[in-house]
Every structure is written in structure tokens, then in C-alpha cells.
């Protein structure tokens, strides 16, 4: 059975995003050496993402095509007019059924790209299998949770923690 990864970046005071849901702070934090924070490791393990509508639409925002083209992408949306475009498919099924039935297919990893909303289905379903994790040296103090407030009791163990000399956190999380 194929796992589902959220590999995201998260202000030290818990925030994905802004309170306008932007990420461009991301951009300002200093990184000399370039560092990908595992980024590249996790990103040849998947050759699909989930995400939001709401992080769909930032996605294309960026300055930049589209950054995962050579991946199968599904975008969860309550809009029943959006079925896909060049880059996604978008879902307005059940997610959680969908996520099951993803899951079971072949193929490699599955990265949860978010938002809030979408982590907090997939968490309460218990459908993560890993979370990576990797906390920024900000604090935004306002902004979009991690997980939405009506997140369930979950326990993970800690698998693995990687401190940066940029001051960020990584920590990698398992079932």
C-alpha cells in the first residue's frame, strides 16, 4: 500500500501560511548554502500530490510553470464545475473515499502538499503515514494552522530530526 507524506514548512509558532495565505516569507529566510531540506529526496519517492484548491491556486501564482507537471496531481475542491485543467484533476468526491482508493493503487509515495483543511481530513481518516516537517525560524504570529481547529488526538513517533545551519528543524514523524 502506497503512504501518504506531508512534507511542509511551518512557522515555529505552527502557521503554513500567512493570514492571507501567502508564503513568501518562505522566500526572505536567509538560505547561503542553498539547502533543500530534503526536499529532493522526498520529492523523487512521490509521483503524485494532493492538495487544496486554496494552495492549487497559490501554486500557479508563483512566478514560475508549474512545478510539478511530472507528477499526477489531484486537487480537492467543493467546486462541482472544476473537473481538470493541464495540470491537475481536480475532486469533489469524498475525500477521504478517494484518498482509500489512491492508497491502494500502485505506485510510489503520495505527497500531501496541504492546506490546513485538507491535512486535517487526512489526519482524522488516518490516512498519514509520515509527516516531514520542517520548522522555519519565524514567527508570523497570524496565519493559517497546520491543522484546522478541528483536528482529532493523533500520536506519531519521531523517526528522525535534522537541524540546519540556517536555524530551520526538520523533523520526520511515522505511524
Known amino acids: 500500500m502506497r503512504k501518504i507524506k506531508l512534507y511542509i514548512a511551518v512557522s515555529i509558532d505552527g502557521f503554513i501560511a500567512d493570514k492571507n495565505g501567502r508564503v513568501e516569507w518562505l522566500e526572505n529566510l536567509p538560505n547561503p548554502d542553498f539547502l533543500d531540506y530534503g526536499y529532493f529526496d522526498m520529492y523523487n519517492s512521490i509521483d503524485t500530490t494532493l492538495m487544496g484548491n486554496i494552495t492549487y491556486q497559490q501554486v500557479l501564482g508563483f512566478d514560475m510553470p508549474f512545478p510539478y507537471s511530472d507528477k499526477t496531481n489531484f486537487v480537492f475542491t467543493r467546486n462541482q464545475s ?24 500502485k505506485g510510489k509515495s503520495i505527497w500531501l502538499i496541504g492546506g490546513g483543511q485538507v491535512n486535517s ?24 494552522p497546520l491543522f484546522s481547529s478541528n483536528t482529532q488526538l493523533k500520536s506519531f513517533r519521531l523517526l528522525k530530526s535534522e537541524t540546519f545551519s540556517t536555524g530551520v528543524v526538520s523533523l520526520t514523524y511515522v505511524k
Do not use: H, W
Request: aromatic share 6%; hydrophobic share 50%; glycine share 4%.
Open 121 to 144: 481530513i487526512l489526519l482524522n481518516a488516518n490516512l498519514i503515514d509520515e509527516m516531514i516537517v520542517s520548522y522555519m525560524p519565524i514567527v508570523l504570529g497570524d496565519g493559517i
Open 82 to 105: 472544476l473537473t481538470e485543467d493541464e495540470n491537475v484533476t481536480f475532486v469533489n468526491d469524498n475525500i477521504i473515499d478517494f484518498v482509500k482508493k489512491l492508497k491502494s493503487k
